[in-house]
């Protein structure tokens, strides 16, 4: 864990191995090491890789889904005045992710967290959000 937060971009890559692996994790049914996984720097510099292996899953919680998205709205957010396209590193899989839960659940409370952050994501210029919104809707 302490690598993934380490200072050195190279350092922070080589300790997301594990992130191949993300169904192998997801089969044991244990999420807590992922949780800590989104806390940290090398999610917040470099979430692709986790997000397209995540995106893989049949089968995620609904708690890890809507953290991954509160986590990369906190971050988009934090970026939203920088000049650079790392600003827009999470728009092509969490939208995703969020439109599935919510077309996969029942729980209402959950389908209005999820269209609360379709809402703030497209606010956030992630068109999308709105396309993956769109398809879903049909």
């Known amino acids: 864990m302490p690598f993934l937060n380490d200072q050195e971009d190279a350092v922070r890559r080589a300790a997301e191995f594990w992130v191949v692996n993300l169904n192998q994790l997801a089969?044991?049914?244990?999420?807590?090491?992922?949780?800590?996984?989104i806390n940290s720097l090398a999610f917040d510099k470099h979430p692709g890789n986790c997000l397209f292996h995540l995106e893989k899953l049949l089968e995620i919680p609904s708690d890890?889904?809507?953290?991954?998205?509160?986590?990369?709205?906190?971050?988009?957010?934090?970026?939203?005045?920088?000049?650079?396209?790392a600003k827009y590193r999470f728009v092509r899989c969490t939208p995703?992710?969020?439109?599935?839960?919510?077309?996969?659940?029942?729980?209402?409370?959950v389908k209005t967290r999820c269209l609360d952050l379709l809402d703030a994501m497209i606010g956030l210029g992630w068109n999308e959000a709105a396309a993956d919104l769109a398809k879903a809707e049909r």
């Open 96 to 109: 995703t992710l969020v439109v599935r839960l919510y077309r996969q659940t029942d729980c209402e409370k």
């Open 64 to 85: 890890v889904v809507l953290r991954v998205a509160d986590r990369a709205l906190e971050l988009s957010k934090r970026d939203a005045s920088v000049v650079s396209i």
């Open 27 to 37: 089969a044991n049914g244990n999420w807590d090491f992922f949780n800590l996984y």
